[in-house]
T-cell receptor, first 113, second 112 residues
Framework: DSGVTQTPKHLITATGQRVTLRCSPR?????VYWYQQSLDQGLQFLIQ???????AKGNILERFSAQQFPDLHSELNLSSLELGDSALYFC????????????FGPGTRLTVL | GQQVMQIPQYQHVQEGEDFTTYCNSSTTLSNIQWYKQRPGGHPVFLIQ?????EVKKQKRLTFQFGEAKKNSSLHITATQTTDVGTYFCAAPYTGANSKLTFGKGITLSVRP
């Protein structure tokens, strides 16, 4: 158990819908990262938040947004969903920033029908 | 952009055989990290290498950081079925958009 929690574990929805994925980092970690993992695509970095502020951006679509709240939990919002958005979404946390070890949550499997 | 390369993406070995995989970067790295993702699981941190030429061992796994800090290797001695999974290397790229960049990973399967 990494100490990072993600909800829900599974999500099935339809194209055009909007969903919110939730992540609670390890106690004491200030950074939260979001990744998308599709078949054969490896881990695609989406975005990082540090202590409530956006720190780094990766290949995140405009339809996706995230935020980190004062209690350090984070949410990833995915809107106007398309079939291609079906993937595993991982949240990870670290103490500070990019040089640190990242601890991954169990992931949310999103299926868009 | 800055990236770490892991080739090939898949490797199949017979149980008991040794296995080595590599991770390469075109730029000098401050450190390199290795993660393992079991089938159906999430990536789990294995090790971090920081110094040039550093070698670290974890039971049957040996990790090495190249002298120029541009590549790293993972060697598994006498593979077991418990070694199956995807092994990712990751390196931090500093700058305005600093982030940990993951390689595509190598998926290891072990024939019993």
């Amino acid at each position: 158990d990494s100490g990072v929690t993600q909800t829900p574990k599974h999500l099935i929805t339809a194209t055009g819908q909007r969903v919110t994925l939730r992540c609670s980092p390890r106690s004491g970690d200030l950074s939260v990262y979001w990744y998308q993992q599709s078949l054969d695509q490896g881990l695609q970095f989406l975005i990082q938040y540090y202590n409530g502020e956006e720190r780094a951006k990766g290949n995140i679509l405009e339809r996706f947004s995230a935020q980190q709240f004062p209690d350090l939990h984070s949410e990833l919002n995915l809107s106007s969903l398309e079939l291609g958005d079906s993937a595993l979404y991982f949240c990870a946390s670290s103490v500070q920033g990019a040089l640190d070890t990242q601890y991954f949550g169990p992931g949310t499997r999103l299926t868009v029908l | 952009g800055q990236q770490v390369m892991q080739i090939p993406q898949y490797q199949h070995v017979q149980e008991g055989e040794d296995f080595t995989t590599y991770c390469n970067s075109s730029t000098t790295l401050s450190n390199i990290q290795w993660y393992k993702q079991r089938p159906g699981g999430h990536p789990v941190f294995l090790i971090q290498l920081v110094k040039s030429g550093e070698v670290k061992k974890q039971k049957r796994l040996t990790f090495q950081f190249g002298e120029a800090k541009k590549n790293s290797s993972l060697h598994i001695t006498a593979t077991q079925t418990t070694d199956v999974g995807t092994y990712f290397c990751a390196a931090p790229y500093t700058g305005a958009n600093s982030k940990l960049t993951f390689g595509k990973g190598i998926t290891l399967s072990v024939r019993p």
